[in-house]
């Protein structure tokens, strides 16, 4: 995959009218939310920020400073992604990190509790890349669990 320069991103967020999301991938760049975050601090424009996959926290073992990632990130904070996963522990691969929601032992409800006591009020999606067992299923447990993570949250 071709990597943008910095020029070319700025151009595209002064030109364009969409909101564009640094997105945090184990093959550029930006491998964790404070990699995206330096660069739409330096592209300096309003409509791009940063997203938050909990996923890539955990693979590059940011878990422990999740709190400080979220209060850094909240001003352009604009998408975070949820799934089950376990504690990150050595040789862990992505099929221990990315788990149907309610599966795994990392503490989501905790991290979701984390993000609504620093105010983040954006979209939370749910990381489903190459998850094991049946598609349909594996969303019905997710939904399960969202709702049950939500009765926990509150208003």
Same mark, same amino acid.
Do not use: F, K, W, Y
């Given at each position: 995959m071709p990597k943008l320069s910095f020029s070319v991103l700025i151009l595209a967020a002064t030109v364009l009218v969409f909101v564009i999301t640094v997105v945090p991938t184990l093959d550029a760049a930006t491998l964790t939310t404070a990699d995206a975050l330096r660069v739409a601090k330096q592209v300096e424009r309003?409509?791009?920020?940063?997203?938050?996959?909990?996923?890539?926290?955990?693979m590059t073992d940011q878990g422990p400073?999740?709190?400080?990632? $979220?209060?850094? #990130?909240?001003?352009?904070?604009?998408?975070?992604? $949820?799934?089950? #996963?376990?504690d990150k522990q050595p040789g862990y691969s992505w099929d221990r990190l990315i788990q149907p929601l309610g599966q795994g032992n990392y503490d989501v409800d905790g991290f979701l509790k984390k993000l609504k006591t620093a105010g983040y009020q954006g979209p939370v999606g749910l990381q489903c890349y190459n998850v094991k067992g049946d598609p349909l299923e594996n969303l019905k447990q997710s939904i399960q669990a969202w709702r049950k993570y939500q009765e926990q949250l509150g208003p």
């Open positions: 309003p409509n791009v920020g940063v997203s938050l996959n909990l996923c890539h926290e955990l400073q999740l709190d400080a990632t $979220i209060r850094e #990130a909240l001003p352009q904070l604009m998408v975070v992604s $949820i799934n089950g #996963a376990d």
